[in-house]
């Protein structure tokens, strides 16, 4: 503490000198970033500041308790944070690497382009949310045309999985492409019933994001693992 001496008091006697408590928080580093840095500089302001104190008006030693105790449940919070941040980083690894295995397998999941390939039918499917009494599925080129009408009838509240020919409505085979699938369902007092088309497609590889991994399909899609309908291995 900077002393001096005073008018009235025996030699010797420190005494509060104002300019030099100013001087002394002046000189103080800035707030670091972390909470060691900031906890670093808490000390050295907590000893700039008793070293400075005004002897007739002392800190409070109840309140540097409560300040070092805040300081001290920040700096925990700080080491939480990193510790689940770290486990985070490992789950999502771990995830990748798991889902790295479904390369090559066939995915059904929610979507509503649907692949058509040169030959063969193009497999697709349905999640109702209640049952239908008639359940339609309209075919759509890429330049907005429809080109097929699927009349499912009547379906249970669930997953249904179907097939299209690639036929069009004069019963010849469309070109190979995708195909956009709107579904129309109703009950039977004629109320809409919620109904999600589901798409097939083939895992070609796994994409690591800031929301997990994503399956990449040989159709251009990006899957969320936790939508998977249905599985099927080659």
Known sequence: ?????????????????????????????????????????????????????????????????????QLNTAAGIEKLNTSINSLLAQANSQSFMNNSSLIGDSVLAPGDQMALGASGPAEFGLKVAAGSTQTNVFVTAPDGKVVDELSLGALTQGVHTFTWDGSGYDGQRVPAGAYKLVVSAADGAGAAVAATSLTRGLVSGVARTDTGSKLLTTDGRAIDPADLIQLTKP
């Open 1 to 69: 503490m900077t002393t001096s001496n005073v008018s009235g008091l025996p030699a010797g006697i420190p005494s509060y000198d104002p300019t030099a408590a100013a001087s002394a928080a002046a000189a103080s580093p800035g707030l670091g970033t972390s909470a060691a840095e900031t906890q670093n500089y808490f000390m050295k302001m907590l000893l700039a500041q008793i070293k400075n104190q005004d002897p007739m008006n002392a800190q409070d030693p109840a309140q540097m308790t409560s300040q070092l105790t």
